[in-house]
Structures are given as C-alpha cells and as structure tokens.
C-alpha cells in the first residue's frame, strides 16, 4: 500500500513542480508524515527510515554549500520518498531522475544550439523526470 500512496504523492508533486516550479511545504510535511508513519506501521525502523532519507539530506547539505544552486525543494522532496522507499530505491529514483534530465537537458541545448536560441537562463523542472522511475519502483 505504501507504494501506491508513493505513486499518488509522485504524481501530485510532479503536477505541482510543473505548474508552479515548487512543490508546497504544507504538502511535503504532510506526504512526510504519511510516508513515516505508514512506513513505521509496516515495519521499517527510524534508523531505516533516515537510512532511505540520506539522499534528500545530501542535497539540503549541497544546496547550503552551492547557495541554493540545488533547489531546497528536491532536498525535502527526497527525505519524503526515502519515507516510502528503500534506501538503494531512493538512491535510484534520484540517479535515474538525474540521467532522464541530463539527456534531456543536452538535447534541448544542441536543438536551441542548432536553432540559434540561448538557453543560459531556462530552468527545468527536475521531479518530472522521476517519473518513469517512479512507475518502474510502483509496478514491477
């Protein structure tokens, strides 16, 4: 069950990143305290728990240190997923999320290259592409 609430939680977060660039803190708590306390109920541990959110810490660490260069938002976004998944999941999504950006990213800067279009201030919305990702974790 915990998965499917995962998927719902993904989904929702991914339509709000699309349509705002920001997913809500009211909602990130209340997905975290979901995902915590169904986790717990199921029988993970908290150090298990903190184990799967060790990604999400990283990239708090990593946006104090780039000075927001990495959005404060995917931090807490993935101390939420590490509440639903595995740690070696978590680490998936976030790996497989940034492969998906980065061949995107790189065929939209050649085709704005070939194009004659900069592209130096265009910021992309990272969760969408944990998507497909996501759906793998959910359904396989």
Do not use: H
């Amino acid at each position: 069950m915990g998965k499917w609430i995962f998927l719902i939680f993904l989904v929702w977060a991914v339509w709000q990143d699309l349509r705002s660039r920001t997913v809500g803190q009211g909602f990130l708590a209340a997905a975290g305290s979901l995902g915590a306390a169904v986790s717990l109920l199921s029988g993970r541990s908290v150090l298990g728990l903190l184990s799967s959110a060790a990604v999400g810490i990283f990239l708090l660490i990593l946006g104090q240190i780039t000075d927001g260069g990495i959005g404060e938002g995917d931090g807490w976004f993935f101390i939420v997923t590490g509440f639903f998944l595995e740690p070696a999941e978590n680490f998936m999504l976030f790996l497989s999320g940034l492969i998906f950006c980065s061949v995107y990213s790189l065929a939209y800067m050649a085709a704005s290259f070939i194009g004659g279009v900069g592209v130096r201030q265009k910021r992309l919305p990272f969760l969408p592409f944990l998507l497909p990702v996501g759906l793998w974790l959910v359904l396989s």
